[in-house]
């Protein structure tokens, strides 16, 4: 069973940063694609960002393209969100995930494994 733990999550004003981190103890991580997803009080579950097994293909949700940043380091088993310009309307508990192949999507069941979240909250 795959465990992913996140970091990073806190309180900022508007216009700050915030990186996240999780990390994972998947044996085939490496060959996976891995997700960032989030969800705001009332709200469903949404797609942030994807990226591939070695990090040469990323994808973003409208909201945050041109802010947020998703990254990965496989000797490390971990995967990154450098979000900047953080906006009131960010505030959400983000998840990160793993995909069921390579390819990242924004579809929430084609990753299988999820992280506990990490509470990020932006202040107006």
């Known amino acids: 069973q795959v465990q992913l733990v996140e970091s990073g999550g806190g309180l900022v004003q508007a216009g700050e940063t915030l990186r996240l981190s999780c990390s994972s103890s998947?044996?085939?991580?490496?060959?996976?694609?891995m997700g960032w997803f989030r969800q705001a009080p009332g709200n469903e579950r949404e797609f942030v960002a994807g990226i591939n097994w070695n990090g040469g293909y990323t994808i973003y949700a409208d909201s945050v393209k041109g802010r947020f940043t998703i990254s990965r380091d496989n000797t490390k088993k971990t995967i990154y969100l450098q979000m900047d310009s953080l906006k009131y309307d960010d505030t959400a508990v983000y998840y990160c995930?793993?995909?069921?192949?390579?390819?990242?999507?924004?579809?929430?069941?084609?990753?299988?494994?999820w992280g506990q979240g990490t509470q990020v909250t932006v202040s107006s």
């Open positions: 998947g044996r085939t991580f490496n060959y996976e694609a």
């Open positions: 995930a793993k995909g069921k192949s390579a390819q990242p999507t924004q579809i929430d069941w084609q990753y299988d494994a």
